[in-house]
């Protein structure tokens, strides 16, 4: 591609072609061509064969320094675009100049357009399809600083379905660490983010223990990295801990594609943990509180049923408010057991969490 279009890439404020670090080219999102370039691929794969969804991947710029020692972007399209903007090239700009930050959205800009563009033509060709991104998880102003990748904005704008930031970690230690700030943002939109194990140079026992981390978080699941390692052993193991016996009379429920399924699926499967607690007298509630926590229960399956029966805008509403009153109302009956074991009623209540970040991805399946 490069040696066709040499204009189409790239380069550092040094004037090289590929990224030192990684030896990796990236080509110009500010060209047209480019971009026609790249949307006669993607029209291609949608069109002429049954796919799920898209991943986009590498969807932003080379790392770069945040003090604008090592600066990407400078290609021919986006220095004219620029300096048509602002009257300056912007390859003679440092960290300092008044219009850094204005170059830094610039580039932003680039990359925000292209998924919008890609989300809505994608989408006219094939509205079922599933867009999704892996993204880096990474605090939101260093990373616009280091490689301009506004996944928030995404979000918001409902650009993509799933958001699979690559958490990747050695241990769960740094896994916990890396994810729970990407879920304690309470993002608009409906897109669902599932968090990414990493396989490569991983124990079975990590993995395990990796998965029961992501499981206790207000996660709707989880993507693993890469397909290419996941081996025997590591089947075995999801095999064993969360593997349906009958894989082929049994399938399980995709979230994405039946959402309102998915919630009352994994409701119903909270409701057994519950259950089991109760019955091996782990869980001390009062009567009354119990009887209270039990006709919500029933209440809230039958609404969710409902849903699942006529998923109309208006069963929508109202599921949505039933769930968040027993959301609220789990908390006031777990009050006095939360002094027991709050560890548990924590992972209960993101089990909450998630149920409801589902529910609210499946309106996009009733508008």
């Known amino acids: 591609v490069l ?20 030896t990796k080219a990236f080509l110009d999102p500010a060209n047209p061509e480019v971009r026609a370039y790249l949307l006669s691929i993607l029209d291609e794969i949608v069109t002429n064969y049954n796919v799920d969804g898209i991943q986009l991947d590498y969807i932003r710029y080379p790392f770069q320094s945040v003090y604008g020692n090592d600066t990407h972007g400078y290609g021919l ?18 960290f300092n100049d008044n219009l850094w930050e204005k170059w830094t959205d610039f580039r932003t800009q680039q990359i925000d357009s292209f998924v919008a563009t890609v989300s809505q033509r994608l989408k006219e060709k094939k509205p079922n399809l599933i867009l999704s991104a892996a993204v880096f998880p990474m605090p939101y102003y260093e990373r616009i600083d280091k490689i301009q990748q506004n996944w928030e904005k995404w979000i918001k704008e409902d650009y993509i379905d799933l958001l699979l930031p690559m958490t990747y970690a050695e241990n769960t230690t740094d896994l916990e660490r890396l994810t729970k700030p990407v879920f304690r943002e309470n993002f608009a939109g409906s897109t669902l983010i599932l968090p990414g194990l990493k396989l490569q140079n991983q124990s079975e026992m990590m993995v395990l223990d990796q998965v029961q981390l992501v499981r206790s978080l207000p996660t709707l699941g989880y993507g693993l990295f890469a397909a290419d390692t996941f081996n025997s052993n590591i089947y075995d193991v999801f095999f064993r801990t969360q593997g349906n016996q ?19 699926q994994r409701y119903h499967r909270l409701q057994q943990e519950w259950n089991f607690w109760l019955n091996y007298g782990q869980l001390n509630i009062d009567e009354t509180t119990l009887k209270n926590w039990k ?13 699942v ?5 208006r069963n929508f509403l109202l599921t949505q408010l039933e769930l968040g009153i027993f959301k609220s109302d789990f908390k006031i ?3 006095e057991y939360k002094k027991v074991n709050s560890y548990q009623v924590e992972v209960w209540n993101n ?14 399946m009733i508008k």
């Open 3 to 22: 040696s066709e279009h040499p204009e189409w890439v790239i380069t550092d404020n040094k004037g090289n072609l590929f990224q030192p670090s990684s």
């Open 77 to 94: 399209s986006s220095r004219q675009q620029f300096f048509k903007l602002t009257g300056v090239d912007p390859i003679t700009l440092t």
């Open 246 to 264: 009958n894989l082929t009379n049994n399938r399980e429920i995709l979230p994405h594609r039946q959402p309102f399924l998915a919630v009352i």
């Open 295 to 307: 006709e919500a229960q029933i209440k809230l399956t039958n609404r969710l049923q409902t849903l």
């Open 309 to 313: 029966n006529e998923p109309t805008e």
């Open 333 to 335: 009956w777990m009050k």
């Open 351 to 364: 089990r909450l969490l998630a149920l409801e970040e589902l529910l609210n991805y499946g309106e996009n």
